[in-house]
């Protein structure tokens, strides 16, 4: 008998050599009905698996992450299947599950999105089917006879073997096999709902090198009812696209010319620079300096740092004057220049230093996305230099940061995780157990719910990252607290203690909005374009219904722009009706009519972007009422 430790805590004693399924089976019918794979002794295994020896056990569903992440890598096989039976050209290579899904890459197959449904038709005989996943372990050399004709197969299989791994891989009926570690769920019968859903390129191994591949990108769901929600909510998602509702609303453009670059047109730029004001105004309170920094490096600043070891793939490289340069894709070494070039005493400390420069990510063309996934980009990017004993409280102030912008003032659901070191971590492994143990203090301190994510920290450090979920429910990460002592280390960012000796000042690197340009985007999308007032580019427009009432307007005009409204009159010869339908398709706030019963009392006729009528107002009421919306920032 072997016994088995349940996520609950509970144990049982089941016979030894028992399969996942029986145990799921001996907690109940439903559960090994819903069950896609286990989790045993933290590692995640096929249904079908033996157990013969003391584990932790648990059961994977769809309603965890690692179940989504099983079914969605079995769908990509399934469709990997249907793509090798009706093109048999076509030579696969890798197929991840994915955030929103799965892809899989091939080399040799031309198609477009209108093959999808003949693919999605054959993918369907193969669920009908309903044809187990088998787990086959291999030689190198049985490998390279199973894929003689697969030469991207052969090189993983190659690698898989140089690292002394087992070479395993999985059949669907007797004409699939795919090199895999696995699992997969029990049989194709369990995936019975998917989508084809785009195409894109993408190079062997994310090297532009090497050969270019056709991607399709796909979403399953064990219900067919599932799906049909998730398309829905895509629909919705394409009406909200910031691109779409960017070009629409005169915000933001894009150049071929310029690609992962935003243009932010000026009615874009004001908003993009309330963003930043905003986020200046807080840092006036909250004690920050401000600086600008330069654009262009040497390459000796990013090897003190530790970015040229880790980063330089991720970097624009320059020849300047027959040496190696970089535009900058952080701000972090800069400022520890900045802290570095004066003498820094304890009595300093902390000192906060934010920058809102401009950066600059080598990001691969196959992966921008507007203003999401770019390559030139700012933060509201800010670095605490802080002594060992002010950790704590200067990560309670960041927290508190982040929680009044995205609680307080933008409304949004928020969830923290915690990111601890990852494999190419830089640095000592008690300073990082130090600087892991003090955020996770810090959480708890302020009482915010958090959760843990295993080896995703940076690797000079760990990391609390906030997700934020918009009106669709998407969750999008924006805010960002790392804790480093590596890089202070490294570059000698040194104070004098109270002890007249000098010590490593400790770096939090800290960004609330995160990428300017993806929040612009988060925020687009979450409004559908119907920004607040406080943010929005046209707060008023005046509408004369003749030109009769174009100085009155005018006057009007003058009035709500003296307070510093942003307010625009249209006295174009259309029809009033055309004027305001326009208006409120271009997400004016609120919208002034005016005639002669205004002209006469002095009011205007105040209706909202939402064809909501409010009536009659004076001039002076109405300003105020705006302004206290603003000042509100409801």
Known sequence: MVTLTFPDGAKKEVEKGITCLKVAEGIGQRLAKDALAAKVNGKLANLNDTIHEDATFEVLTFSSKEGVEVFRHSTAHVFAYAVQELYPKAKNTIGPPVEEGFYYDFADLPITPDDFPKIEEKMREIVKQDMPFKKHELTLDEAKRKFANNKFKIEMASEFQGQNQKLTAYSIGDKFIDLCRGPHVPSTGKIAAFKLTKLAGAYWRADAKNEQLTRVYGISFPAEKQLKEYLALQAEAEKRDHRKIGKELGLIMFHEWSPGSGFFLPKGTVVYNIL???????????GFDEVLTPQLFNKALWEASGHWGHYKENMFLLNVDNEEFSLKPMNCPSHVLMFNNESRSYRDLPWRVADFCCLHRNELKGVLGGLTRVRKFSQDDAHIFCAPEQIESEIKGALDFVSYVYKDVFKFDYAAKLSTKPENAMGDAKLWANAESALKSALESVGMK???????????????????????????????????????????????????????????????????????????????????????????????????????????????????????????????????????????????????????????????????VLGEDNIPSFTQQLLKEIESKA
């Open 276 to 286: 930043v004001n905003f986020i200046r105004e807080e840092y006036r309170k909250r």
């Open 450 to 612: 958090y959760e843990i994510k295993e080896g995703d920290g940076a690797f000079y450090g760990p990391k609390i990252d906030f997700d934020v979920k918009d009106a669709l429910g998407r969750t999008w990460q924006c805010a960002t607290i790392q804790l480093d002592f590596q890089m202070p280390l490294r570059m000698k960012a040194e104070y004098e203690g109270a002890d007249n000796t000098k010590h490593t000042a400790v770096m939090i690197h800290r960004a609330v909005l995160g990428s300017l340009e993806r929040f612009f985007a988060i925020l687009l999308e979450h409004t559908a374009g119907k920004l607040p007032l406080w943010l929005s580019p046209e707060q008023v427009r005046i509408l004369p219904v003749s030109e009769k009432y174009n100085d009155y307007a005018e006057k009007v005009r003058k009035e709500l722009f003296e307070h510093k409204l942003r307010v625009n009159l249209d006295n174009r010869d259309i029809t009033l009706n055309k004027k305001i339908r326009e208006a409120e398709l271009e997400k004016a706030n609120y919208i002034l009519v005016v005639g002669e019963k205004e002209k006469a009392a002095g009011t205007v006729n105040i209706r909202t972007r939402e064809n909501k």
